[in-house]
């Protein structure tokens, strides 16, 4: 299901702070047992930590970020990629959660896609790692929707006016993945040197690639 950003949804607003700490959230939960499990000895937090850094950085986020600099790179892998993408994924014999169906909307002037998740938190694991907290918010679920510029704007995105927002909503039968717009000034660059340009906010919609001019 896609949003444009006039629609208008009766969410309640959750305020502007992404860090809930209400007692009966998972995270409280989660950290809470994680706390339990460490105390009687029976999980590393170190091993811990490593394995959720490696998830966030490594395992997710580039995986997704090398399929993203191949589309830009081959025309025929980008049309398919849009129009099958699961087909594409199992060649490329990408595995993990989350990943049962993929949509890949792509970004192009006068069009900016966003994805979130108004019911929980769906996200292909498997390309992008972990998602991060403020997705998995109760405000950005709700707010991405009913006012994605906002959203947008204060997550450090300013959209020209003119610019079409579609706010794609995923679901545990489809999970969506934003292919940005290439950079300029990126010509002849390999697929290995643009991979390090796509970040994982890029691919969900809340960010732009990197520009090889960013410092």
């Not at 009966?24 to 999980?43: D, F």
């Not at 490594?58 to 600099?69: E, F, N, S």
């Not at 014999?93 to 896609?113: L, T, Y």
């Amino acid at each position: 299901m896609d949003h444009d950003d006039s629609h208008n949804h009766n969410y309640e607003h959750e305020g502007h702070d992404h860090d809930h700490h209400d007692a009966s959230s998972p995270q409280v939960r989660v950290e809470a047992l994680e706390e339990l499990l460490v105390q009687k000895g029976l999980a590393d937090r170190a091993r811990i930590d490593a394995t959720i850094g490696r998830y966030e950085h490594d395992i997710g986020p580039m995986i997704g970020a090398q399929l993203v600099a191949h589309a830009w790179t081959d025309p025929v892998l980008r049309q398919r990629l849009l129009t099958d993408a699961d087909a594409v994924v199992a060649e490329l014999d990408v595995r993990g959660a989350e990943i049962e169906h993929i949509e890949v909307k792509a970004n192009e002037p006068g069009v900016h896609n966003v994805v979130v998740c108004t019911l929980c938190s769906c996200y292909p694991w498997a390309l992008l790692g972990l998602p991060p907290n403020w997705y998995k918010s109760p405000e950005y679920r709700a707010r991405a929707v009913r006012e994605p510029r906002a959203v947008l704007a204060e997550m450090g995105l300013e959209l020209d006016t003119d610019t079409e927002v579609r706010v794609w909503d995923s679901s545990s039968e489809t999970r969506f993945l934003v292919l940005p717009e290439r950079p300029a000034g990126t010509q002849g660059w390999s697929a290995a040197q643009l991979a390090t340009l796509v970040g994982r906010d890029s691919m969900i919609g809340v960010a732009l690639a990197t520009s090889p001019q960013a410092d």
